[in-house]
Every structure is written in C-alpha cells, then in structure tokens.
C-alpha cells in the first residue's frame, strides 16, 4: 500500500542524503521526495511517498526517526490528510488542438503560463492521481514535457507536525 | 585560553577521559599530530595499518565500555577504517573516529588524498560530522561522545579539514559541559504498563526462555539478567554476541543458541511458549528460518532500539528502553507479585531440556591422534582458569571459542558477530591488553584471519602488549570448507592455503615468541608455557586436524529443531 510519510530534519548540509541513502540500502521504495526549509529555517520538511507491506512501512519510520538529524515522523496515511502536487506540462497546440487544450487545462483548473504559437505550458496542482488523470485526457501525442514535484502533504485539523 | 584547533581536539578529548588514540599519521593530520607531540596526557599508539587502529579502538571499547577513539589521515586513511567501521557498527560498539580532510577550498577538486568519508561512511556509522568552522570543532566532539555512548551505542565519525588545525589560527577553548541534540533524545526506562504485561506472561509461562544478546553486555545488564534467571528459574541461553552477561556456568545457562549453538538451547526455542528476548536483535545466524522460528511461543522483546522490535520477527510484548533499567523494572514488579509458573509444569520442562542435553551436541573425539581444535579451548579455558579476554577473528575457530570457553563475565569475549570480519582478533586482542595489561589476553585465530591484520604483531612489539595468539593452524579456511564440504560436494574452491608462512619464524621476525605443536600431547604443556611467559607475546601455531567441522549446525533455510548432529558422534559417545 501507498504511505505518505512527513519528515521534519534538521536543516544540514548532508541531512537529506541520510535520508535517500537509508532508504536505498535498506531497499525502501521511494515514489517521490520533495525538500524545502520551513518557515523556522532551521528545519527542513519531507514528504516521502512510499509503498511496501506494513511491515516494511513499520520499519521504514522506525529507521527513519533512527537518523540522529530527523526530529519527527510522521506516517500521514493513518490519519486523514491533505496532499498536493505541483505539474507543469508542456503541450503541443496547433490547430484544434489549441482550443481543446485550453478547454481540458480549464476543467482540471489548471493555469496557462506559458504561449506560444505552436505550445502552452500549463501548471496544474492537486493529487497525483488529478494530475495522472490529466495527462491521460489531454493524450501522449500532445505532451512535449512533463515535470512533477513529487507529493507534499499534511494532515487535516488541528494537529500539526512542528518542533 | 586560546588554542588551536589540533589543541581542541586533545583538549576536548581529556575532557572526555580519553586514554588511549590509535592512529597513523599522515598529511591532513599534520598539525593534529604536531599537537599531538607537545602534549603528554593522551597516549597515541601508532598501529600499522589504519584497520588495525579501528580494531584496537574497538577491541578496547567492547572490554572496557568505554568509547574507543582513532585517528587516522585523509583519503586511504579513511577508507582504510571503513572496515573498523562497520564492524563496530553492526555489533553497536561506542567508538569516535577522527579523520583528517583536505583543506576546505579544496574539497570537492579531486585534490590529493581527497575522499568524501562522510558520503563513504555513512552506512556504516551510527553518524558523523564534518566540522565546517573551528568554532564547531568542540562542540562537534562533544557531541560525537554523547551520541556514540547513549541509546543504541555506535561508532561516529569526525571528518577535519586541515586548515581548521592550523597552529597559528586559534580560539578560545570553551568545552561544552551539556549537549542538547532536540532530534536526538534516546528513551531509557521501559514503559511501567508494558513491563507489567510482560511479568504476567512470564508467570503464567509453562515452558519459558529467556534469550539474552550482545545488548545485556553493552547495556550493562548482566547482574539484573542474572538475578531475574535465578529469581524465575528459567533456562537461559545467550547470543554469540551475548556471552558473558549471564555466566555460562551457571545451571540454568543451557548454551548459545543459534546456527552453532547447543541442541538443547535450540529445541527450547523451538519449544518454547513465552520467550523473553533481552537485548538481541533476532539476527538470521540466531533464528535459522524464520517461518519455524519458536511456533509456540508469545515472545516479549526489550531492546533500547526501537527498530529492532518487530523486524524479523513479529512481538506481542514490545517494551523499548535501557535494557538494565527495565530488567530492574522487572525485578521491582516481579517482587510485588506471589504468582510464578507452575513448579510441575517448570519441572517438567526442566526434564525435557536435560533430555536434549544429554544429546551432548558439542561431543567431539577426544582420543583422535591429531589436535582437535575443541580441547584446544578447553585446555586454554583450564589454564586461564576462565578469566581470560578472549578475542576471536570468523570462522569455526570463533565457533569453537564461542562453545568450549564459559565465560561467566561480560566483555570478556569479544568477537565481530554482526560483520563477522577477518583480520579483527590480532587488533582487537591489543586494544584490549592496552587497556587491561595485568589480565591474559587471548586471540583464537586461524591461518586465514591472523594474515589479514598480521602486521599489527610490530604494534604489539612496540608497545610491550604480551597477549597469546592461539592460530588453529588446520590449513584450510576452515568455515568455507566446512560448507564446500556440505553444499557443494566437497569442491574446495579457494578453501585452501596453500603457501603458508613459517608462524614461527614469522613470530620470531616481529621479536615474539613462535612455538609450533602438532601432537595432542604437548598441547597442555604448551598453551601453559605461553600464559606462563607473562612479559612476552607468544604466538602459538598449533596444527589441527584439518577437515573437522563444527557441529552442531542449522543450516540454511532449516529451522532450530532441524539441527544436525556431528554424524560420527556414536563412535565418541
């Protein structure tokens, strides 16, 4: 099953390759990984998308809270929680297509931020699976480029995951 | 007072009541060195190969419980204790390794004796450090101490770049009385709730054990094991890593457990219904197959460590602290209570364990013409009275030692159980003798390991550390026959040593003492004449029978009730 886990480490040079390096030598799958300081710049924030057997997901937190520079972690899968992606797609559009782009970028609430004569870039945000769902409308044969930030998340009400 | 950063480093190691440094010099360590040479507090030995110094640091920290500390230069001298590293690592040995570094505007250019140690260590330490400004450099140690002695123990690296030891660059030398790490606080007392749900499945138990490893030792709970052994009356049987925190004498001890443990501790396992695991880790070497693994039993598990509850095995009663505190915990609460097991139930069990100890799974031929490397251990056992340190290198000459000597104190076998690394016991043997000079030293070795740290006979020579080599000479490597010899049709592919070096002379060459036997008559009068020579190392080659093997054995893929028995037992039985 899929797991979204948060992670708040300290922000150090190195801090994030104990992280990617655990998980490579102990064979943890990573789906995504994204990284970015908090508002208190001494903290870093993680979201790592993971799959495995319980066990292994088990396992995955333990080692991961192991690493003397994580200070918290948090399996966001247990409770109910928010995640956004961020997707900027380069499309052909030409001819018909033009319109038809702009019209699919409208309904998945996606913004145009870049024009051409020939392409748009448009910038969609929401979960994964909203953002699969949009490259698989708008067709292979339009997509020049793809670039995805890999998920961010947290949990719904008040509880929050600070120091 | 203003200081240097080389100053630093010994200053902030005094203050953390360090003896002893084992290091080799070199070019990013220059200055350290330079400090080094005009200070008189810290003794530096200078090992041959920067291996041998991780070893010795580690030999010492296993039998003193006190952090081992090296240092060691840039790029191969870095890489040279990755080894030391990782032994430490998997066995959770305290150690601080100092390594030298290009200087900062040079880190990153491929400059000369360049290697990214923090990147190259990171598996294999418990953490490290690269000290970015001299100002760090203090609290850096600091910290390196606190984190390598607390929790789970382990070794920590501190990478230096050399213009940060500069003599003419200095500080004021502050050291840090505290260190508050906000991501890093180790839990120590057991929860009381859970400490209780344990105490009622152990009174309850009808066919209890309790399986102790190296954790009781390096969690200093040998005396609280104990006292709850003889309190329950339970049988007790330990890791290859354990030994010692529970005395192998005793009655209720019934063995190692494990791939070469004894039949009896096995079957127990295999047998059991509650099964108390104090400091072990369930490593794959101790559980055979894990589909197998103790079917009856509800398994309560103490480990400082939180991931190695429930990683191989599934716990029904986790309880995650210091594992002396919550065996004390355990007492207090097992004193509060007039339930115990069963007394029928326990006799019963007790009769069916000395059934399978009757088996004597570790018989071997004691009338065979040649040296079996069995009474080797016990006559070494007989003649040190079981008080020696015993270090080992890997392979069944560390089987044998692990089975023949009873030790009955902690720290007192230290062996690499965890990476299992040749080359370990020469090294270790001396770090140990430094720090315990009026005790015996002994390293059980074979002609396979003692050559891969061998050169560490002239630190010996050097620094007057007159331990005993006892190489089991049998001219194979002798674990890798053992399973050519089982698993691929007797294909000894390698397993030979062929070109052997003459110990003797070899001895003699480093300014030792070398004496060969091959008869199993002189091996008492021997063995008493090295221990006899108290100022001199004595390298003692003996030559075994070549092809024996060590038995008992669970072999891969079986489980604990699937042990093998030496096949030609009748015949000495």
Request: net charge negative.
């Amino acid at each position: 099953m899929r797991h979204t886990i948060s992670i708040l480490i300290e922000n150090e040079a190195g801090a994030l390759s104990r992280v990617a390096g655990l998980y490579s030598s102990r064979g943890y799958n990573i789906e995504s990984l994204t990284v970015a300081p908090t508002d208190d710049a001494s903290l870093s924030r993680m979201t790592i998308v993971t799959s495995g057997p319980e066990h292994v997901i088990e396992q995955i937190t333990k080692q991961t809270n192991k690493l003397i520079e994580v200070v918290k972690v948090v399996d966001l899968t247990d409770t109910a929680h928010v995640t956004r992606e961020l997707m900027l797609v380069k499309l052909q559009a030409v001819g018909a297509a033009r319109e038809e782009v702009k019209r699919l970028a409208d309904i998945f609430r996606g913004k145009i931020v870049d024009v051409t004569e020939s392409s748009y870039v448009v910038e969609i945000t929401g979960e994964c699976t909203k953002l699969d769902a949009f490259l698989s409308a708008v067709g292979q044969s339009q997509i020049l480029e793809v670039v995805r930030s890999g998920a961010t998340g947290m949990a719904r009400g008040e509880k929050s995951l600070k120091v | 007072m203003e200081l240097s950063g080389g100053e630093i480093l010994f200053a902030s190691l005094k203050e953390e009541g360090v003896e002893f440094i084992f290091g080799y010099p070199g070019g990013a360590v220059l200055h350290i060195y330079d400090a080094l040479y005009k200070q008189d507090e810290i003794k530096h030995i200078l090992v041959r190969h920067e291996q041998g110094a991780s070893h010795a640091a580690d030999g010492y920290a296993r039998a003193t419980g006190k952090p081992g500390v090296c240092l060691v230069t840039s790029g191969p001298g870095a890489t040279n204790v990755v080894t030391g590293l990782a032994t430490a690592h998997m066995d959770s040995i305290p150690m601080v390794v100092i390594t030298g570094q290009v200087h900062q505007d040079m880190i990153g250019t491929d400059a000369f004796q360049e290697c990214d140690i923090i990147g190259i260590s990171r598996p294999c330490v418990k953490h490290n450090f690269l000290v970015s400004s001299l100002e760090d450099l203090a609290p850096t140690i600091k910290k390196a101490f606190h984190i390598a002695t607390t929790g789970r123990p382990g070794p920590v690296l501190i990478d230096i770049p050399k213009n940060l030891t500069a003599p003419e660059v200095r500080i004021p030398f502050v050291y840090p009385k505290e260190v508050e790490l906000r991501s890093y606080n180790p839990v120590t007392g057991g929860h009381l709730g859970q400490v209780r749900k344990a105490i009622d499945q152990l009174v309850i138990a009808k066919r209890p054990v309790i399986y102790f490893g190296g954790g009781a030792v390096q969690g200093e709970a040998s005396e609280q094991l104990t006292r709850l052994g003889h309190e329950l009356g339970y049988p007790v049987t330990g890791t290859l890593m354990g030994l010692g925190a529970y005395p192998s004498t005793d009655d209720l001890f019934i063995g190692m457990l494990g791939m070469h443990g004894t039949y009896e501790a096995n079957m127990a396992m295999h047998e059991c219904d509650v099964l108390l695991a104090v400091g072990a880790r369930f490593d794959d070497r101790v559980t055979g197959q894990l589909k197998t693994f103790c079917p009856h039993a509800r398994v309560i598990h103490i480990d400082i460590d939180p991931a190695s509850i429930a990683k191989n095995v599934a716990v029904d009663v986790p309880i995650v602290g210091d594992v002396g505190r919550v065996l004390t915990e355990m007492l207090a609460c097992l004193a509060e209570t007039n339930q115990r097991a069963e007394s029928d139930e326990l006799a019963a069990w007790w009769q069916q364990i000395n059934v399978w100890r009757d088996v004597d799974s570790y018989a071997y031929d004691r009338k065979s013409d040649t040296i079996k490397p069995q009474r080797v251990i016990e006559v070494m056992y007989e003649v040190t009275k079981g008080e020696a340190y015993v270090t080992s290198d890997v392979g069944q000459h560390q089987m044998f030692a692990a089975q023949f000597y009873k030790f009955d104190k902690p720290r007192r076998w230290i062996n690499s159980g965890g990476l299992g690394t040749m080359g370990f016991g020469l090294p270790a043997a001396f770090g140990v003798k430094m720090a315990f000079p009026d005790s015996d030293v002994a390293c059980v070795t074979g002609e396979g390991s003692i050559q891969m740290c061998i050169q560490e006979l002239a630190t010996c020579k050097q620094y007057n550390a007159p331990i005993k080599i006892l190489n089991l000479n049998n001219g194979y490597l002798g674990m890798v026959r053992q399973w050519q010899e089982f698993n691929y049709e007797s294909r000894y592919s390698s397993s030979y040593v062929d070109a052997l070096p003459d110990f003797v002379k070899l001895a003699e060459a480093y300014g030792h003492v070398g004496i060969q036997i091959d008869k199993p008559a002189d091996l008492e009068g021997a063995i008493r004449e090295a221990f006899a020579q108290k100022d001199r190392l004595v390298f003692l080659d003996i030559l075994t029978d070549t092809e024996e093997n060590v038995y008992p054995m669970i072999e891969a893929g079986k489980g604990h009730h699937e042990m093998r028995l030496n096949p030609k037992r009748s015949e000495f039985i």
